[in-house]
């Protein structure tokens, strides 16, 4: 007699209409019907697929012998869970042996949080098995709600309530959606999370999605005491929750989104960019943040910080969410010091400013040679718009007798081009000719290119102002490894 096949049937979140056809027909052809149940006995599962059961099929009520009581079993609760599954899978095997046809029912989907995962890595090896797709209940409590999840590129998060609420709190910051499964006792925690990381207001309770019992609340509104396992919080697109600036307190939130890709934005920084009603930046830097509906965009030109950041805290004062936009970090020559001074003023005292921090262009170009900054290091900009050559020259002077590396940001423009030349001979009054020099290019950008030369060899005529320069200390050092050339400033410092 030739085996039988395991057949992982998904039946949905509850509702037996919404059970596919494919998984109607497998359950009314199987000789098999396998369902789980907790020690009450009473099968959601099977109860979804009764109407499509017939008469004479044999039936495996699988129990859990727990579900969250505490455990005498040696292994704990995993272990006593282990063995069960192991115990099941057997008494399936002998129905597949038999050459008997076994159709293991799961709610939702079969490989979406799922017992039927526990059979199909124990028997799959063993026998032919095959799975029907199920509607999740993430999909239920979505079209319960009448709410798109996500949207164009919005990233949407499955969470566990299980999660620590520190690791829970901060994947919401980070996310643009979110759906919160296993509730229940993991309610309480789950409310604090979603009120630490912001996202309370947003959050929607959804109970026994799609049955006749469902029930659909603000999360912030549910008491907690009463919350079942089949439910699930969810955090819909924010497209799709928009904030109007009547009913929320304006702020403004000045952002570092990183020197170029948009792997090194930071997930905080992409949440924030997500829910702001109004970005205001530079016009390169506004470009390469994501187009969302409803959001408004304000460019403007380099030369104009103040006016920017005056129009930025105007917005917020009238209720808006503004995000304020920089390259690389925020705090380094870019806008936080900018907003921050004109919030100073009587006018703009009592709007909230935050700062968000952002991977800065000296990190990045360092980390694409080695560690030239890993001991003590200084940053200085040769950009003297805001303050006057001599306080730059005096600052050169001052760091290279200090014998610190230092990382150099805006060292030319179209307009200025002596500030590199003036800068290497500052230099070169302390340092050797040999000290080494990284020049890095657009990095993280399509136009990347990192070269390391000697301050000797440094020609000012190649350096525009996409380029950051990193010139070493007497200690830092150049070497040859299996990853290329690479460049260290040693921690240690001869006494």
């Known amino acids: 007699m030739s085996a039988g096949k395991l057949w992982g049937v998904g039946i949905g979140p509850g509702d037996p209409e919404l059970v596919t056809v494919k998984a109607a027909r497998v359950i009314g052809e199987a000789d098999v019907i396998a369902f789980h149940s907790a020690r009450h006995g009473k099968s959601i599962s099977r109860a979804v697929a009764a109407p499509y059961m017939r008469e004479g099929q044999i039936e495996e009520h699988l129990v859990y012998p727990v579900t969250t009581e505490t455990v005498d079993h040696p292994g704990g609760y995993q272990g006593a869970m282990d063995e069960f599954y192991e115990a099941a899978a057997e008494r399936l095997a002998v129905h597949l042996a038999a050459g008997r046809t076994v159709a293991l029912l799961a709610a939702g989907d079969p490989l979406f949080y799922s017992s039927y995962m526990h059979m199909h890595k124990r ?14 209940s993430v999909s239920a409590a979505s079209a319960a709600l009448g709410k798109p999840l996500v949207e164009g590129e919005e990233i949407l998060t499955i969470l566990p309530g299980t999660l620590p609420q520190a690791e829970l709190t901060r994947r919401l910051k980070e996310t643009d959606a979110a759906a919160i499964l296993k509730l229940g006792r993991t309610f309480p925690p789950v409310l604090q999370s979603l009120e630490d990381s912001g996202r309370l207001g947003e959050a929607h309770y959804v109970e026994r999605a799609s049955t006749t019992r469902q029930r659909v609340e603000s999360a912030a509104e549910v008491d907690p005491d009463g919350v079942p396992y089949f439910s699930i919080a969810i955090v819909p697109s924010p497209s799709n929750n928009p904030r ?4 929320s307190r304006g702020e403004v939130v000045v952002v570092g989104l990183g020197p170029g890709d948009t792997a090194w934005t930071t997930p905080e920084v992409a949440h924030e960019l997500s829910l702001a009603t109004d970005l205001v930046g530079y016009g390169p830097y506004v470009d390469r943040v994501p187009t969302r509906p409803g959001q ?10 103040a006016e920017r950041a005056a129009m930025a805290l105007d917005l917020a004062k009238n209720g808006a969410r503004v995000a304020v936009v920089s390259s690389g970090d925020p705090g380094v020559f870019a806008m936080a010091a900018a907003v921050l001074e004109v919030a100073a003023e009587d006018q703009w005292r009592g709007v909230p400013v935050r700062i968000l921090p952002g991977m800065t262009a000296a990190n990045a170009v360092a980390s694409r040679v080695g560690a030239p900054l890993g001991h003590d290091y200084a940053v200085l900009s040769l950009s003297d718009r805001l303050k006057p050559w001599d306080v730059v020259a005096r600052r050169i002077s001052a760091v290279a007798a200090a014998d610190m590396a230092f990382a150099v940001y805006n ?10 030349q003036a800068m290497k001979d500052l230099v070169l009054e302390h340092r050797s000719p040999e000290t080494p020099v990284v020049i890095g290019r657009d990095v993280a950008g399509a136009e990347e290119s990192v070269r390391v030369v000697t301050l000797g060899e440094l020609e000012p005529s190649e350096i525009d102002m996409r380029t950051l320069l990193i010139v070493g200390s007497s200690m830092t050092t150049v070497v040859e490894t299996g990853s290329g050339r690479q460049v260290f400033t040693p921690r240690r410092y001869p006494e």
């Open 123 to 136: 028997l799959a090896d063993r026998f032919d098995a095959e799975v029907i797709p199920g509607v999740t």
């Open 296 to 305: 408004r965009r304000h460019s403007s030109d380099n030369r104009v910080e």
């Open 244 to 247: 109007p600036a009547t009913e």
């Open 411 to 420: 060292p030319a423009s179209k307009s200025r081009t002596w500030q590199v």
